[in-house]
């Protein structure tokens, strides 16, 4: 049985029961089945979006290159997990760049890997810029949901156990900066309960991405009348990160630290020759396809619809309703729903089938909350 696979002992079990303890004490109720119905409607959704998640089947690029004269760290490819991982991811990135000794460093990207990269290095005392053809809110950072679960950012026949090892090390050390990011509210970081709901047993065991022992509260593989009427279920802790409110504040530290701005679209390597910096991070998400010539890297297309917030909705939930996934994350300023995933789909339109699968299915969810 591989490490990953091994549920937590003992030991583990006293320090999540503490740590749940601990959420509890932040405000969270306990996971449970005690569930406000969500008040679904076409008359309550705020807006519906539409944002490409930059996946790579073989998993997140993170590495450094020579490209001509450059050092290129790449830090790119993070599916749907990008806001999850982008703490570790950065730090780890940040090691790759600082040992190429240069103190001036260039940031290819705004979104939310830039930017958590550009911090690091700054904090680290690089003196870091930041080229960008578009920054919040128009990056797709700003379209995720994003609960802190990194997932749909690699197929399982295709990685190794280098990859669940970089993978691991990276959601530990992300999800720690964000816990303390949760006792600040600029961050707009908040803890809630989380369910994932099953009419089966589990087809595959999943692997919780930083091991089970990271997962707060985590209860898994539950049998029996469960949330919402499911007869399998697991339930944790976990955070949301409001990006409209987390992404600005990145900003704001930025340029707070002396951390420099410049709008800038590169159409080929040849333009980032052309900077002054030699050591690049390229956090340019799905943009590295072209600029880097990455036929692995495609887009896994995401819809989420927007509900008016309701204050007492303080859970989250993931299934599957007559065959299709689907999710709801409460925010502050919104219930979001989504769970559609569009492999080597392009269309940023919003699908109005899709509207209606999620508030119909949703509505499905809001019948059951008292089951
Ligand atoms: C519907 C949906 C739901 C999601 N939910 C979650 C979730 O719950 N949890 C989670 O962790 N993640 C979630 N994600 C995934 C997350 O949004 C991505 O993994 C993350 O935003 C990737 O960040 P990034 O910085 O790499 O890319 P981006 O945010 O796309 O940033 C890339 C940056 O590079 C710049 N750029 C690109 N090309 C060039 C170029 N040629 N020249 C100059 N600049 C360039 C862009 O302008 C942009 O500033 C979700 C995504 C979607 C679409």
């Not at 730090?91 to 990269?117: C, F, H, K, P, Q």
Request: proline fraction near 5%.
């Amino acid at each position: 049985m591989r490490r990953r696979d091994v549920l937590a002992g003992a030991t583990a079990g006293a320090a999540l029961l503490a740590l749940g303890s601990r959420a509890q004490a932040q405000g969270v109720r306990e996971a449970g089945p005690s569930f406000a119905p969500v008040k679904v409607g076409r008359e309550r959704i705020v807006r519906s979006v539409v944002g490409l998640r930059p996946f790579r089947e073989t998993g997140f690029r993170l590495e450094r290159v020579k490209v001509g004269r450059l050092d290129v760290v790449h830090n790119y490819g993070h599916g749907g997990g990008g806001v999850s991982l982008s703490w570790g991811c950065a730090e780890m990135a940040a090691d790759l760049a600082r040992d190429t000794n240069r103190s001036d460093i260039a940031v290819l990207g705004a979104g939310v890997i830039g930017l958590t990269t550009a911090l690091v290095l700054q904090r680290a005392g690089a003196q870091v810029t930041i080229y960008s053809e578009a920054f919040p809110p128009d990056t797709t950072s700003n379209i995720a949901a994003a609960s802190w679960y990194p997932t749909t950012l690699y197929r399982r026949d295709k990685v190794g156990e280098s990859f669940y090892g970089m993978l691991d090390h990276a959601s530990q050390r992300a999800f720690r900066r964000f816990q303390h990011m949760a006792n600040n509210p600029r961050y707009g970081v908040f803890w809630i309960r989380h369910h994932v709901l099953r009419s089966g047993p589990p087809s595959q065991v999943e692997h919780y991405p930083g091991g089970e022992e990271i997962f707060v509260g985590l209860r898994r593989n539950q049998t029996g009348h469960g949330p919402f009427g499911f007869a399998h279920w697991d339930a944790y802790y976990t955070l949301m990160i409001d990006p409209d409110i987390f992404l600005p504040a990145l900003i704001d530290d930025f340029i707070a630290a002396g951390g420099k701005l410049v709008h800038q679209d590169f159409a080929s390597v040849k333009d980032i020759e052309r900077l002054k910096q030699r050591t690049i991070v390229n956090c340019t998400g799905l943009g590295a396809r072209t600029l880097f010539d990455d036929p692995v890297l495609i887009p896994a297309r995401g819809q989420l619809s927007m509900l008016l917030p309701q204050p007492e909705i303080d859970y989250g939930y993931a299934t599957s309703i007559d065959g299709g996934s689907i999710y709801m994350f409460p925010r502050k300023s919104a219930l979001v729903l989504g769970g559609s995933v569009g492999f080597d789909n392009w269309n940023t339109r919003v699908d109005d089938a899709e509207v209606t699968r999620m508030i119909d299915g949703h509505a499905i969810m809001a019948g059951r909350a008292a089951m």
